[in-house]
């Protein structure tokens, strides 16, 4: 059975620093892309980035571009998630994703596995 554990969220004042970390097990996880996703109160899931295997292709949501950097070490936990510059936009329960299987990484549909979350909260 696949399972995805999110952790690293907490509370931070805008302009700090968080970085979440994602462990995975019941799969070969270093043969699959990797994925973030954020849902905050009332709006729906929305793509944070991706990597592939290799870690030779990376993409991010333009709200994030620049300020978040996605990163794997397929010896240990597959997937990081530093997120500089924060925002109070940027919160959010955050969640790691697996499993993609179409033709749209920024699709949350198309991910099979998914973490159960972990809340970043961007506060003064």
């Known amino acids: 059975q696949v399972q995805l554990v999110e952790t690293g969220g907490g509370l931070v004042q805008p302009g700090g620093s968080l970085r979440l970390s994602c462990a995975a097990s019941?799969?070969?996880?270093?043969?699959?892309?990797m994925a973030w996703f954020r849902q905050a109160p009332g709006k729906e899931r929305e793509f944070v980035a991706v990597?592939?295997?290799?870690?030779?292709?990376?993409a991010y949501a333009d709200s994030v571009k620049g300020r978040f950097t996605i990163s794997r070490n397929n010896a240990k936990n597959p997937v990081y998630l530093q997120m500089n510059s924060l925002k109070p936009e940027d919160t959010a329960v955050y969640y790691c994703?697996?499993?993609?299987?179409?033709?749209?990484?920024?699709?949350?549909?198309?991910?099979?596995?998914w973490g159960q979350g972990t809340q970043v909260t961007v506060s003064s």
């Open positions: 994703a697996s499993g993609w299987h179409g033709s749209n990484w920024r699709n949350s549909r198309e991910y099979d596995d």
């Open positions: 019941g799969r070969t996880f270093s043969s699959y892309s």
């Open positions: 990597i592939n295997w290799s870690s030779s292709v990376t």
